[in-house]
């Protein structure tokens, strides 16, 4: 069994994901801002560690907590992050910041730490939970795209970089998940750009009503990778992902711009 660290636990795919490998037999550490929000996966057996991922201090104390029990960390997923939708006119750039020391920053530097006790004992897993959002785009989307598409780049220059230490990268791309990344985004998202010259289209997206999958179509795909001897490099799961992908890469921007474009008229 592995020694895993699960990000973003609170809720959502982080939560499903942690449960989905507890079920297995690992030893789960969980980590997020809101410890209290993990009791149930501390009773399950989960190890609940309190975590700011944008705070250095906090980054390192999770990692020496958990290199100096088990010396070096079987598999870590990088599931932390948020959205903030508003148009780029009307979203201010420490709000773009902020999300980019979320998604991107706070990941590597938790990821940055972790690898040299993997690359020294050659094995590893780094699963870095970006989204379809990294493969397309949205309208009023652009910050939170940026984060993701940078995900994707940055995840897949570290997968060659450790691959002849045989360190495995996979990146995990979601579709659209019942989650609290809605209601995270929709009130901030009308605040910014609901009342201007996007706010017919900001109410648009604020009203659409796409199908969800459930987060623990995502763990499963998480726990897949986990168990692979040899995991793929990208797992997709979640209503959409596969055919907006699809789309987008096959059929071009104009095609796919009408596409997204005809939901929120």
Do not use: C
Not at 64 to 86: P, S
Not at 108 to 129: C, H, K, S
Not at 186 to 214: N, V
């Amino acid at each position: 069994m592995s020694i895993i660290l699960v990000t973003g636990a609170s809720s959502g795919i982080g939560k499903a994901t942690a449960r989905s490998l507890l079920q297995q037999g690992h030893t789960v550490y969980v980590a997020a801002r809101r410890v209290e929000a993990m009791q149930d996966l501390e009773a399950q057996g989960a190890i609940p560690l309190r975590m700011d991922i944008t705070q250095e201090a906090d980054v390192a104390a999770v990692v020496e907590r958990i290199q100096t029990k088990h010396g070096a960390l079987d598999v870590l997923v990088n599931n932390a992050g948020y959205a903030i939708y508003g148009s780029v006119e009307e979203t201010a750039l420490d709000d773009a910041r902020a999300q980019f020391e979320v998604n991107l920053f706070g990941l590597a530097r938790l990821t940055q730490l972790l690898i040299p006790a993997m690359r020294e004992r050659g094995r590893g897993t780094i699963i870095n939970v970006s989204s379809m959002g990294g493969k397309i785009y949205t309208p009023l989307g652009a910050w939170y795209h940026a984060t993701k598409h940078a995900v994707e780049g940055w995840s897949d220059a570290l997968r060659i970089e450790l691959k002849p230490f045989g360190v495995d990268v996979v990146v995990i791309e979601p579709g659209i998940i019942a989650t609290e990344f809605g209601d995270v985004m929709t009130q901030p998202m009308l605040d910014r750009s609901g009342h201007g010259p996007y706010g017919e289209l900001a109410h648009a997206i604020a009203g659409s009503k796409a199908p969800m999958s459930q987060p623990s179509v995502v763990a499963e795909a998480i726990t897949r990778a986990v168990q692979a001897r040899r995991p793929k490099t990208r797992y997709v799961a979640g209503n959409l992902a596969r055919p907006l992908m699809f789309v987008r890469k096959y059929f071009g921007d104009r095609v796919y711009d009408r596409l997204i474009m005809s939901q929120f008229r």
